[in-house]
């Protein structure tokens, strides 16, 4: 975080050094013993945990029980079903479709920023079936002072944006994996001759393959369509943990 804020003063997007401290100083980390509970008073909470529905589950259902009734629980998920998680903020034990329980889940929303989150400029917004308008209007205002532009998609597998690119990642991947080009032949095909700024596999490496695997897998068991089926390329290479940029290597090698 410190080298992000100096690199926009640096640029003057922040306009001094004391600006940037200040800035800095409103971040506030929780040490382990106080956890979830040091979240107990704010109006929102954005989750952010790995593409992993179970582990979202379990925290979802811990702030649930210790932030505020009224506060927002918003996830950053870009590809697991809103409806799903807002489920388990229902307290164990409690009807969903009770009062209790669907004032509990209707305060769920999806908030799905993309990276790097200081220099994209758009929010998804993903309503479950529980998310109340309330709670909408609320996480669409927050996205909005943060600077970003809103687009809204249905709870489907991957929403928009994943629905999108990662089958579009996943067939580059199957172009490599079948030999109908070479690794530098595919990307630059997309970068020359489509005007992307980056090839699809260069884009998979930035993004971390265990998350396209995984956002891959929610699509094809979420919809049971083999369009969707992951790569075997890909499942071996994250086997292997060739995870991309964040590991050293990917389809690229970043260790030099």
């Given amino acids: 975080m410190d080298k992000l804020l100096d690199k926009d003063v640096k640029k003057g997007k922040i306009e001094s050094s004391q600006a940037a401290k200040e800035a800095r100083e409103r971040v506030v980390v929780l040490g382990e013993d106080e956890g979830i509970r040091g979240f107990r008073d704010v109006d929102m909470c954005v989750e952010a945990a790995s593409e992993n529905f179970s582990l979202k589950a379990k925290l979802f259902a811990s702030m649930a029980a210790e932030l505020r ?6 996830s950053n998920t870009s590809s697991i079903s809103i ?3 807002a489920a388990s903020a229902v307290p164990e034990g409690l009807n969903p479709a009770s ?3 669907k004032a509990s889940a209707s305060r769920v929303v999806g908030l799905h920023f993309f990276n790097p989150v200081p220099v994209m400029p758009l929010v998804e917004l993903i309503s479950g079936l529980q998310a109340s308008s ?5 996480a669409r205002a927050f996205a909005i002072a943060c600077g970003k532009e809103v687009t809204t998609s249905k709870d489907v597998p991957g929403f928009v ?5 990662m089958p579009f990642l996943n067939e580059a991947i199957m172009c490599l994996e079948k030999g109908v080009a070479t690794r530098d032949d595919i990307d630059k095909t997309l970068r020359l001759g489509m ?13 971390g393959l265990d998350t396209c695997l995984a956002i891959q897998r929610t699509l094809y068991e979420g919809t049971g369509d083999s369009k969707y089926r992951p790569s075997v390329l890909l499942e ?6 060739w995870l991309g940029k964040k590991s050293g290597k ?3 090698d970043y260790t030099s």
């Fill in 195 to 207: 005007n992307h700024p980056m090839g699809p596999l260069t884009l998979a490496d930035f993004i």
């Fill in 134 to 138: 309330e709670t909408l209007d609320r």
């Fill in 250 to 252: 990917g389809f690229y």
């Fill in 69 to 74: 009734p009224d506060a927002i629980l918003a």
């Fill in 161 to 165: 944006s994943n629905a999108l690119l």
């Fill in 99 to 101: 009062e209790q329980g």
């Fill in 236 to 241: 071996r290479m994250v086997d292997a943990g």
């Fill in 83 to 85: 409806t799903k998680i």
